[in-house]
């Protein structure tokens, strides 16, 4: 069982950065070969926005391909999520996932036109 826990969202108005953070609850998340966040507005699919393996490989929706940054601190078991030139779109909530399994309860970020 892994428990995480997001941080770091907020209000942020329209072409503004904004970094989530998500810490396990285990020494090192170096062993989960991936981690990833979602994101899901009213009303609306949830989505992936950020996909990072253990060997660092990284993909994103184009919807945020060169705005978001998804990175991992395996020893620190923390994962984070760079959010810049944010747009009203990108309001949700945000959840962490390790390992495809286990959810975080998310995180709001509002973006203000």
């Known amino acids: 069982q892994v428990q995480l826990k997001e941080s770091g969202g907020g209000l942020v108005q329209a072409g503004g950065s904004l970094r989530l953070s998500c810490v396990a609850s285990i020494t090192s998340i170096f062993n989960i070969t991936i981690m990833e966040w979602y994101r899901q507005a009213p009303g609306k699919q949830r989505e992936l926005v950020a996909h990072?393996?253990?060997?660092?490989?990284?993909s994103y929706p184009y919807s945020v391909k060169g705005r978001f940054t998804a990175s991992r601190d395996n020893v620190r078991a923390t994962f984070y999520l760079q959010m810049n030139n944010l747009k009203p779109e990108d309001t949700a909530v945000y959840f962490c996932v390790a390992g495809r399994r286990w959810w975080g309860q998310g995180t709001q970020v509002t973006v203000s036109s």
């Open positions: 990072v393996t253990n060997d660092d490989r990284e």
